[in-house]
Every structure is written in C-alpha cells, then in structure tokens.
C-alpha cells in the first residue's frame, strides 16, 4: 500500500486493469494498493443464499422499471422515498422476502 500526492489521481478512484486500486480517504489522502486476489476465496452458504436474493431483487426492480406502466405505479406507490426508485424498489422487495 502506498499514499500518493500526485495531482493527476486527485478525484480517480477505482482500478486500472485490475492491478492497482486507487482510493480517496478524507483529508485528500490518496491510497494506492495491489488489487485482491479472491480466486480463493469461497463464499459461505448464506451468503450464497443472500446473493441469490439480491439477484432476485434486482431482477423485480428491472422488470419494473422496464415497462412504463408498472413504474408510474411504483412511483406513486413510493412517494415517500428518500432515494431513487430503482433502490426504493430493492428496498421493497427485500423487506417482501424478511416479512
């Protein structure tokens, strides 16, 4: 891991060609480390299960934002949101699945 001055970085993060991560912190540090290797990494079984949901919720967000109707329906329905729609609707499903 190593911290960086350099102006060109100021405001890049993300990776660069899945070698190097580049990381803003507070106080304009800037990070710089190797990209993780997860290739062995196994995920648990509830993890598994939980990121089956997730795709799910995913999957009833698009479905629904995809056509017109179902959205403005949605819209109204969660009026009260804080957020975007699309984070409104996962919301909603997951709270669906753990009622």
Request: proline content about 4%.
């Amino acid at each position: 891991m190593a911290t960086s001055n350099n102006p060109l970085l100021k405001g890049f993060r993300g990776h660069i060609n899945k070698t190097i991560v580049v990381k803003q912190y507070p106080g304009d540090r800037i990070i710089i480390t190797a990209y993780p290797d997860m290739s062995r990494v196994k995920p648990s079984k509830s993890q598994k299960v939980q990121r089956s949901l997730f795709k799910e919720a995913v999957a009833y967000a698009k479905s629904i934002l995809a056509d017109d109707s179902e959205k403005q329906k949605a819209g109204n329905r969660l009026s009260a949101r804080t957020g975007s729609l699309y984070h409104a609707l996962l919301k909603e499903y997951m709270q669906n699945v753990y009622s």
